[in-house]
């Protein structure tokens, strides 16, 4: 059995921006294997995971706060591992961002509870049997159209519009194998900068406390 660190908890490092919470989050995917070969179509092959939550029948992607000591693809993998038990190739530029409520706060006009989601494509590469919150969170993969019925919330809806649209860009015309797009990977970015800077600098402020990289470490793609 492996042992992960546990999930971060507290908003001491969380960051802001005009008063809105940073959120970090991702579509996790993978395609299923072609076992037919009139099985060609994206959206057929294309799987999604979603994760439960307590007392809802909807579902909802792995998100949460993005912290000081981390770039915007390590928290939203690191996300994605903690709430889903998965990690994989992370795709550089988000597929948007959307404004929001917190669930505390769905009926509030302040400012207050507001925040502020970048979501990321993440083709998955490995699926884990224990992650540190699999007590709170259920996980399932979906087609596209069950994603589509159980989506909480339209802005997730218009992610996932996104992300068809982002995998029919990149997609072949002879698609055979394992893989139905092709990625170059990078490393993740280790620059650095001064934490004076606007919180939506995507790099890493200095003095920073790494990740458990044996378990949020993942790969991103420019």
């Known amino acids: 059995m492996m042992l992960c660190s546990p999930a971060r908890t507290g908003r001491h490092r969380q960051r802001y921006m005009d008063e809105f919470r940073l959120v970090a989050g991702c579509i996790p995917f993978k395609f299923e294997k ?8 994206l959206e ?30 390590e928290a939203a993998c690191r996300e994605a591992l903690e709430e889903g038990g998965v990690k ?11 404004e929001f409520r917190s669930k505390s706060s769905q009926n509030s ?5 507001g925040c502020r989601g970048f979501m990321f494509a993440l083709e998955v590469t490995e699926e884990l049997d224990y992650w540190p919150e699999q007590d709170i969170y259920d996980r399932k993969w979906l087609t596209i159209d069950e994603a589509f019925k159980f989506c909480r919330y339209d802005w997730m809806r218009e992610a996932l519009k996104r992300l068809l649209m982002v995998l029919s860009e990149g997609s072949g015309t002879e698609e055979t194998g394992e893989e139905l797009v092709e990625f170059s990977m990078l490393s993740v970015s280790d620059a650095q900068a001064d934490q004076t800077l606007s ?13 458990d990289e044996s378990c949020s ?3 991103v793609l420019g």
């Open 34 to 41: 072609v076992v037919q070969d009139d099985i060609c179509d």
């Open 44 to 73: 057929k092959r294309l799987l999604v995971l979603m994760i439960s939550s307590p007392n809802r029948d909807d579902l909802v992607f792995p998100k949460g706060g993005w912290e000081d000591d981390e770039t915007i693809t």
């Open 88 to 98: 994989g190739i992370i795709r550089e530029e988000p597929l948007g961002d959307w």
């Open 109 to 113: 006009c302040s400012v207050g509870g």
């Open 199 to 211: 919180p939506l600098y995507f790099g890493k402020p200095s003095g920073v406390q790494h990740l």
């Open 217 to 219: 470490k993942c790969a």
